[in-house]
């Protein structure tokens, strides 16, 4: 059974940093292309980013290029995102999510992504 722990939320002062993280277990990490999503109270969820199986591919939402970075670590069956320039409007809860099948391409739609996580709070104070 496919399991995804995020972790590393919290609260942060506009133009501070995180650095969440998404343990992952149940099957060979390093097959799967990953994402990451997020979604405010009261909106729908949301790309923020996403990381081809061996990370050499990535692809960002416009409203977080140059600041977020995505990156993976197979030998620890962990993905990350380092969330820099922070702002009021990147508050929401933070998702890690992966596909059924391996080997596809790392996707920006919901839709594309079977296993999510519990999420893990992002709030960031102006």
């Known amino acids: 059974q496919v ?7 919290g609260l942060v002062q506009a133009g501070g940093s995180l650095r969440l993280s ?30 081809s199986r061996g990370g050499g591919t990535t692809y960002y939402a416009d409203f977080v290029k140059g600041r977020f970075t ?7 069956n962990t993905l990350y995102l380092q969330m820099n320039s922070l702002k009021s409007e990147d508050t929401a809860v ?13 996707g920006s739609a919901a839709y594309e992504y ?9 709030t960031v104070s102006s």
């Not at 149940?26 to 990381?51: C, D, L, N």
């Open 94 to 106: 933070y998702y890690c999510a992966a596909p059924d099948r391996p080997f596809r391409s790392p």
């Open 70 to 76: 995505i990156s993976r670590d197979n030998a620890k």
């Open 22 to 51: 998404c343990a992952a277990s149940g099957r060979t990490f390093s097959s799967y292309a990953m994402g990451w999503f997020r979604q405010a109270p009261g909106k729908e969820r949301e790309f923020v980013a996403s990381i």
């Open 114 to 122: 079977d296993y999510w996580g519990q999420g893990t709070q992002v």
């Open 3 to 9: 399991q995804l722990v995020e972790s590393g939320g």
